[in-house]
């Protein structure tokens, strides 16, 4: 079984950032179906009561441990990467990310008159809980390919819901934000596929690490969450997690 980057935290928390099931019981393996994914999501009223009043706080929540997970992630890659492109990636990563999580925590103490919750129901848990996964990295050989098979994912992630607060942030400092995180992580994205292509002769694989699958390999009914409600769904995801 490949990896599990994209876990049932992860899942729960693209729920209540995206707002309806339907992001997230379908199955998405490549970038065109995130797309439409999201569109979908955008055009749904099936949105939580608190969401619409509370967006940008969300996001903050939610992007927040998802900046530490490719943290984590490319600290370990400075250590092990055989190549220097992923060694620059990495230190790209690591100050872009960590500049925008001290702003991310400097507007939710200004906007919202507290800090952010260290123990948010954020994507952070996702990779934590679930120690193969960076386990897997850390033993990795080539490390360079496994390492490009897991960013690509995450970073799709963060691309996915950048896209979807530049429709719904209420801030200008999030879709700001939100704005250069397409830029740089969508820029990565394509010297990722393209370093792949060139160093192991293939495109990276578009269906190991798909929302759906993960759904599957937890134990998810996931035909039964197509019509559940919000709170159905995750009480399911959390007694599975």
């Not at 599990?4 to 099931?21: D, E, P, R």
């Not at 390492?147 to 819901?161: C, D, G, K, L, T």
């Not at 979807?164 to 596929?193: C, F, G, P, V, Y």
Request: glycine letters at 4%.
């Amino acid at each position: 079984m490949r990896n599990k980057m994209i876990t049932m935290a992860s899942i729960i928390a693209v729920l209540l950032v995206f707002g309806t099931t339907s992001a997230v019981a379908r199955h998405m393996n490549d970038e065109n179906m995130i797309e439409s994914e999201v569109t979908n999501a955008m055009k749904g009223d099936e949105m939580m009561g608190d969401m619409n009043h509370n967006f940008d706080r969300h996001f903050i929540e939610q992007m927040i441990p998802h900046h530490k997970e490719a943290i984590l992630m490319a600290e370990i890659a400075l250590q092990k990467a055989e190549h220097e492109e992923i060694k620059q990636l990495a230190e790209d990563i690591i100050t872009a990310q960590t500049k925008e999580i001290n702003n991310m925590r400097s507007w939710y103490k200004l906007w919202y008159g507290t800090e952010v919750p260290e123990d948010s129901m954020g994507m952070g848990k996702s990779m934590m809980g679930k120690d193969g996964n960076i386990e897997r990295l850390k033993n990795a050989d080539p490390f360079d390919k496994e390492f490009i098979e897991q960013m690509i994912p995450h970073h799709q992630m963060a691309v996915m819901m950048a896209e979807h607060a530049l429709q719904r942030a209420e801030h200008e400092e999030i879709k700001q934000l939100a704005e250069d995180i397409i830029a740089s992580q969508t820029k990565e994205i394509n010297d990722m596929r393209s370093w792949y292509k060139s160093w192991y002769g293939t495109e990276v694989p578009e269906d190991s690490m798909g929302m759906g699958k993960c759904m599957m390999d937890e134990g998810i009914d996931v035909e039964h969450l197509k019509h559940a409600d919000h709170k159905e769904l995750i009480e399911q995801m959390i007694s599975h997690h």
